[in-house]
């Protein structure tokens, strides 16, 4: 049984009949740059989230970029973050000109822990920017509290998460500015890429749209050096069909991961821990094991998909290695060497979870329990 990661020809197949009809439009209106899809997408995200302004851009890297100059974060100014996340969020940050400051993560839910963020404050320091890990929010209200305190912005990376929440509120309507990525694979993910900054600041929106733009308001115009970011009008068409679905999706995804508990109930691995303070939605289901090299090449040899999020914390890439060589985050380090993702997609079936469990505990020498009572 082969079992990819995210099965995207299924989800296509399951859409088709609306995604078609919605491209078609799009591609017969003749306006393919900055639409009526992109400017309705935007509307629609907006009220979804809860939040005044939405503007789509090239890429979720755009959008953490261009959060990030518009909070007036640059050169010589610092921006505390987590080690343990896609490079993208991090080089986001040094894109900028300012420099990156990793504090370590929760060992639990891999999140950037708060605990840790105040001992790094430093008058440089401009900025906090937390990922939602995996689909689940992070703990916001003391983050919150040590922005206002210290006058710090607060830019949430919401590439994995969105359609969660945080205390009954969506992620990205909490600080500053939310990013969003719509990479394929993402919660809600276009057929190539996008992205999206979302808050409810005029100012920042304002300035986010004119950096977007070559830094120009007013045609052939140049306030500032900007780039050109903008949101494809057919991506914007795709993801205003997927958008209705998101939160059938995410309910299916929170169901798998319930099977998944289940189905891998009783075997020696970590399984995800959420916290209570939100909806987790499952961008991944990623365990943790110092047997996950076994467990993965078990899972191969099964043609089943698996993926580590994330190898090397980003304090150990090579790009940063030796500026960060003094730098030690232990439980980012230790996570980095245990988790594996497993697949993952609302339409993954309960065989599929029972195949995938039937590996791993194989990859552990142990025969799988069965018939365990269902976990929420």
């Given at each position: 049984?082969?079992?990819?990661?995210?099965?995207?020809?299924?989800?296509?197949?399951?859409?088709?009949?609306?995604?078609?009809?919605?491209?078609?439009?799009?591609?017969?209106?003749?306006?393919?740059?900055?639409?009526?899809?992109?400017?309705?997408?935007?509307?629609?995200?907006?009220?979804?989230?809860?939040?005044?302004?939405?503007?789509?851009?090239?890429?979720?890297t755009d959008a953490l970029m261009l959060a990030l100059r518009a909070a007036g974060v640059g050169p010589g100014?610092?921006?505390?973050?987590?080690?343990?996340?896609?490079?993208?969020?991090?080089?986001?940050?040094?894109?900028?000109?300012?420099?990156?400051?990793?504090?370590?993560?929760?060992?639990?839910?891999?999140?950037?822990?708060?605990?840790?963020?105040?001992?790094?404050?430093?008058?440089?320091?401009?900025?906090?920017?937390?990922?939602?890990?995996?689909?689940?929010?992070?703990?916001?209200?003391?983050?919150?509290?040590?922005?206002?305190?210290?006058?710090?912005?607060?830019?949430?990376?919401?590439?994995?998460?969105?359609?969660?929440?945080?205390?009954?509120?969506?992620?990205?309507?909490?600080?500053?500015?939310?990013?969003?990525?719509?990479?394929?694979?993402?919660?809600?993910?276009?057929?190539?890429?996008?992205?999206?900054?979302?808050?409810?600041?005029?100012?920042?929106?304002?300035?986010?749209?004119?950096?977007?733009?070559?830094?120009?308001?007013?045609?052939?115009?140049?306030?500032?050096?900007?780039?050109?970011?903008?949101?494809?009008?057919?991506?914007?068409?795709?993801?205003?069909?997927?958008?209705?679905?998101?939160?059938?999706?995410?309910?299916?995804?929170?169901?798998?991961?319930?099977?998944?508990?289940?189905?891998?109930?009783?075997?020696?691995?970590?399984?995800?821990?959420?916290?209570?303070?939100?909806?987790?939605?499952?961008?991944?289901?990623?365990?943790?094991?110092?047997?996950?090299?076994?467990?993965?090449?078990?899972?191969?040899?099964?043609?089943?998909?698996?993926?580590?999020?994330?190898?090397?914390?980003?304090?150990?890439?090579?790009?940063?290695?030796?500026?960060?060589?003094?730098?030690?985050?232990?439980?980012?380090?230790?996570?980095?060497?245990?988790?594996?993702?497993?697949?993952?997609?609302?339409?993954?079936?309960?065989?599929?979870?029972?195949?995938?469990?039937?590996?791993?505990?194989?990859?552990?020498?142990?025969?799988?329990?069965?018939?365990?009572?269902?976990?929420?």
């Amino acid at each position: 049984m082969s079992i990819p990661m995210v099965d995207l020809n299924a989800e296509y197949a399951l859409l088709e009949p609306e995604l078609l009809p919605a491209v078609k439009t799009a591609l017969a209106s003749g306006q393919y740059v900055q639409g009526p899809n992109v400017r309705a997408f935007e509307q629609e995200v907006a009220r979804y989230l809860g939040v005044r302004h939405a503007i789509g851009v090239a890429s979720g890297t755009d959008a953490l970029m261009l959060a990030l100059r518009a909070a007036g974060v640059g050169p010589g100014d610092e921006v505390i973050t987590t080690p343990f996340s896609f490079i993208a969020t991090a080089s986001a940050i040094a894109m900028t000109g300012a420099r990156p400051v990793f504090v370590d993560i929760d060992p639990l839910t891999f999140n950037l822990d708060p605990a840790n963020v105040e001992a790094a404050i430093t008058p440089r320091t401009r900025a906090v920017l937390p990922v939602h890990l995996y689909g689940q929010a992070v703990d916001l209200e003391p983050l919150l509290a040590i922005c206002a305190c210290h006058g710090l912005r607060l830019i949430e990376d919401c590439a994995q998460a969105m359609g969660a929440d945080y205390k009954g509120r969506k992620v990205g309507a909490w600080g500053h500015a939310g990013c969003l990525s719509f990479d394929p694979s993402q919660t809600l993910g276009a057929f190539g890429d996008g992205g999206m900054v979302v808050t409810d600041d005029d100012a920042l929106a304002a300035r986010v749209r004119m950096l977007a733009n070559h830094g120009s308001v007013i045609r052939d115009h140049h306030e500032a050096l900007g780039c050109n970011s903008r949101l494809d009008e057919l991506q914007a068409a795709v993801l205003r069909v997927k958008l209705l679905h998101l939160d059938e999706f995410n309910r299916r995804r929170r169901e798998n991961a319930r099977r998944y508990r289940e189905a891998l109930a009783g075997l020696a691995v970590q399984l995800p821990v959420e916290t209570g303070l939100g909806t987790h939605v499952y961008h991944h289901f990623t365990i943790a094991s110092d047997e996950r090299e076994r467990i993965r090449a078990t899972l191969a040899r099964q043609g089943i998909a698996s993926a580590v999020h994330y190898p090397l914390p980003l304090h150990r890439q090579p790009l940063w290695h030796d500026a960060y060589a003094d730098v030690h985050l232990p439980h980012a380090e230790r996570a980095a060497q245990r988790v594996l993702s497993l697949p993952m997609s609302p339409l993954l079936k309960p065989e599929q979870i029972d195949a995938v469990a039937d590996a791993i505990a194989a990859a552990l020498g142990v025969r799988r329990r069965t018939g365990t009572p269902s976990m929420s």
